[in-house]
């Protein structure tokens, strides 16, 4: 590994960076700038040895690569680096106000603003407090707190803990781990679908629930034709 060789990779990876972040955040939604880069860059010289025949050389400049962008995301967890290296939240609402300066950072036109909402499930730009395009390009939206959906606190009432469904059957096989999880036997399992009058081979999804209880969600898909709320898009109807 020469000098050359190190410096080509680094100037590469710094002008990639620039570009990208010259492009805007809506290019890279979903993702820094940085781990687009990376994803661009890496794939590019892994690729090369099928057009040229030099496997040393690729992997020689993928290592260098995944170095670069280690040392980059470990500058990034320091706070003053950070806002030097990835773009600060761009608002586009405040207090119900579509900020054009906002709007004109992102290049984003109004309307393409008005869909964001609409996947977001508000329709009125006055309800929001703030829209925000963080900086990975994605959407965030807080509504003002009277259009805010209605909190279980809101009305002095208590809940009981969530619960989340643990799967023991799936795609018609046994979650052998989950059983050890819960301590419980293959055999009560075995009995529980017996008692449902169902096969394992056929269970696509059985679910462990709070109450000790097995909900199984089996293949079956019962035949609601000409049910409007059963409606299917398609000619399958």
């Given at each position: 590994m020469n000098l050359e060789t190190i410096y080509r990779t680094f100037i590469v990876f710094i002008a990639g960076y620039l570009f990208l972040?010259?492009?805007g955040k809506k290019a890279v939604s979903q993702m820094h700038t940085f781990d687009l880069l990376y994803?661009?860059?890496?794939t590019n010289i892994i690729s090369t040895p099928v057009e040229v025949s030099n496997v040393g050389k690729a992997i020689l400049y993928g290592?260098?690569?995944v170095i670069l962008y280690k040392i980059f995301i470990r500058l990034s967890l320091h706070n003053k680096l950070r806002w030097i290296l990835y773009e600060s939240p761009t608002v586009l609402i405040r207090n119900g106000d579509i900020d054009r300066k906002?709007?004109?950072?992102a290049r984003m036109p109004v309307n393409e603003l008005l869909s964001h909402l609409r996947v977001k499930g508000y329709t009125d730009t006055r309800n929001i407090a703030l829209a925000v395009m963080e900086g990975t390009g994605s959407i965030s939206v807080i509504p003002k707190?009277?259009?805010?959906?209605?909190?279980?606190n809101d009305l002095n009432i208590s809940v009981k803990k969530e619960y989340i469904p643990i799967p023991l059957i799936m795609d018609g096989q046994i979650i052998y781990h989950n059983l050890k999880y819960l301590k419980l036997e293959q055999g009560w399992l075995m009995n529980e679908v017996k008692k449902m009058g169902e096969k394992v081979e056929n269970i696509i999804l059985a679910t462990f629930l709070d109450n000790g209880k097995l909900f199984i969600d089996n293949n079956e898909i019962i035949n609601h034709r000409k049910d409007p709320y059963y409606y299917k898009p398609g000619e399958d109807n």
């Open positions: 972040r010259v492009t994803i661009f860059v890496l290592a260098i690569t906002g709007l004109k950072k707190s009277k259009y805010r959906p209605v909190q279980p």
